[in-house]
């Protein structure tokens, strides 16, 4: 490339960065009466998404989703506690969602993001509700809480799932929950056995085969799995997976969580300057439709990618 | 939180506590032993950085020592806090805090707070802090993994985080830690020889300069041993500066084409 080609190159970009920053609206409704966004994309389209599953050797099960930018690190680790006394045969799951400094530049040491708390409530709803909604009638959730039970009334696995936001460019919730699901089918439970004090501990290799309480239960059965896709709504466009960008200007977002029996699970619209149409929201759930298929596959690329290794 | 069920039952970790005794390879002092990874005594564990990890900072680097692994990020500089004094020079902010599922039972990373402060000791005498006035440059440190020698692995990917994002240094700040196991002195511990240690040395340099940014010792040692110890982290640190240096002029290579 010649210098003097360069330096108007320059000068053109410059402009063009100058009024995206000025007028961020305008510069991104021009592009959509084209039916295109900035970054390359149809409006309908979710970025490149990837999963690495067993990134954390110290977790039980762990996995390391990435969609455009965004990026989360979820780990599982197991425990045992006491089950409760109105449900012996069950164990628990608890799901923390953290937002460190590192992840974006509005998140300071001490001072939690606005965004934390609310990924994590729809977190537990998504995953933790749809387990007892199930469960209560017959086991038709995503995970059986009685899958986790080690003797009964005695010991139980309690999940710690812990998710991170490594880079934070918006849809943080589907990223999150994906990285949420992906951990969960990587999970490997640990082989335990009842020791002299009535504890449970692992069962290494060299110690045999005493008393194994849990032979068969290595992985979690994992039924109807939840995938979602955020929108942003503005005018007549829908916009889907948005980052972060495009989340600051459009300030309407609809999620929609679907499960792999192509059943609603949730949908989520924070208010927003936009009211939603029914026929935006179909569009919203078909559109949704399709990347759940998208992100199955990508899963089950990723799980039979690890069990070729 | 309302998805949490009832008050949460108290949990243990089912894996086996670490032992409280020495497993008896430690004990021979003149016996042969080998370390739990097969690496010779004066032999660190490969090293591997990466630049960008992070799209949202103006800097980062990933770093990853065997099992222990960092993301390092920089804000910065930025607009100071409202609360501070004006300053002729920038100020320097940093924070380390541990994933938790970085440890082996969950939640038990270190004192972050400690941490924290002295990952600002050792990388503030390398930044020319003259350079953003009246700003502040923020850098943040997440363990993902502890397996040992962790504040020397944070120390030396924040100074590759720091690079990336342009921030001006006298150097490449590399840091690297002995552990004394009886009469041994083992560089680059793993998370099982610090547990059965006797004493640390961790030194953090400017290897281009020569200059020591920090030194902390803890434990019982001789003289000559503190020597000896000093000695191989200056020699280790010289090598990892180049190791970080490639790996900086890997990126910028990489985004000039």
């Known amino acids: ?309 | 939180m309302a998805g949490k069920a009832a008050p949460t039952p108290t949990t243990y970790s089912p894996s086996p506590t670490t032992q409280k005794t020495k497993p008896s390879f430690f004990k021979n002092h003149d016996a042969d032993w080998v370390r739990p990874d097969g690496r010779g005594f004066h032999q660190c564990r490969p090293a591997f950085f990466r630049t960008g990890a992070v799209n949202a900072a103006a800097g980062s680097a990933y770093a990853e020592f065997g099992n222990t692994k960092v993301i390092v990020s920089v804000f910065g500089p930025r607009e100071s806090k409202k609360a501070m004094m004006y300053s002729d020079i920038g100020r320097l902010n940093c924070n380390v805090s541990y994933a938790t599922f970085a440890t082996p039972v969950r939640g038990q990373g270190s004192d972050d707070e400690d941490f924290s402060s002295m990952l600002h000791k050792a990388l503030e005498g390398a930044i020319i802090l003259e350079t953003f006035p009246k700003t502040t440059v923020d850098v943040f440190a997440l363990v993902l993994e502890s397996g040992g020698s962790d504040l020397p692995v944070v120390i030396s990917c924040a100074s590759v985080a720091l690079a990336d994002a342009g921030i001006m240094m006298y150097d490449l700040v590399a840091s690297v830690s002995v552990s004394c196991l009886a009469k041994n002195l083992v560089i680059d511990p793993m998370l099982e020889e610090e547990s059965y240690q006797d004493g640390s040395l961790m030194l953090t340099c400017m290897p281009s300069k020569y200059e020591v940014t920090q030194l902390t010792i803890t434990g019982e040692w001789s003289a000559a041993k503190i020597n000896e110890g000093m000695q191989l982290c200056l020699d280790a640190c010289s090598k990892l500066a180049n190791i970080m240096r490639s790996c900086l002029k890997e990126a910028a290579s990489g985004s000039e084409e």
Not at chain 1, 38 to 45: H, I, N, S
Not at chain 1, 108 to 121: I, L, N, T
Not at chain 1, 171 to 182: C, E, I, M
Request: with cysteine.
């Open chain 1, 1 to 309: 490339m010649g210098y003097s080609n360069a330096s108007g190159d320059l000068s053109s970009e410059m402009e063009v960065d100058a009024f995206r920053r000025l007028f961020p609206l305008r510069f991104y409704e021009r592009h959509l009466a084209e039916l295109i966004r900035p970054d390359g994309r149809a409006l309908g389209k979710a970025r490149d998404t990837t999963i690495a599953l067993g990134a954390v050797a110290s977790a039980d099960g762990s996995a390391l989703a990435k969609i455009g930018l965004t990026t989360m690190l979820a780990a599982i680790k197991m425990e045992v506690m006491t089950p409760l006394k109105e449900s012996p045969d069950e164990g628990c799951i608890v799901i923390e969602f953290h937002m460190p400094p590192i992840c974006s530049p509005l998140v300071r040491p001490g001072r939690p993001a606005e965004a934390a708390p609310v990924v994590s409530k729809q977190l537990s709803d998504t995953i933790l509700r749809h387990v007892k909604h199930f469960s209560v009638r017959s086991f038709s959730g995503m995970i059986d809480l009685k899958d986790l039970s080690l003797v009964s009334g005695k010991a139980a696995w309690m999940a710690y799932l812990d998710i991170y936001c490594l880079d934070a460019d918006g849809s943080l919730f589907d990223v999150a929950l994906l990285s949420a699901v992906a951990a969960f089918s990587h999970l490997q439970i640990p082989v335990v056995s009842m020791n002299d004090e009535g504890k449970l501990i692992v069962v290494s290799e060299e110690n045999g085969e005493k008393d194994v309480v849990n032979k068969e239960k290595r992985k979690l059965r994992l039924n109807r799995i939840p995938f979602s896709l955020t929108c942003i709504l503005h005018k007549k466009y829908i916009l889907a997976d948005p980052t972060a960008e495009e989340e600051s200007i459009f300030e309407t977002v609809v999620t929609v969580v679907l499960d792999t029996s192509d059943q609603l699970v949730s949908l989520y619209k924070p208010g927003g300057p936009a009211l939603a149409f029914t026929s935006s929201v179909q569009d919203c759930i078909a559109l949704t439709k399709q990347r759940l298929k998208e992100l199955q596959t990508i899963l089950d690329e990723s799980i039979s990618g690890m069990e070729v290794d």
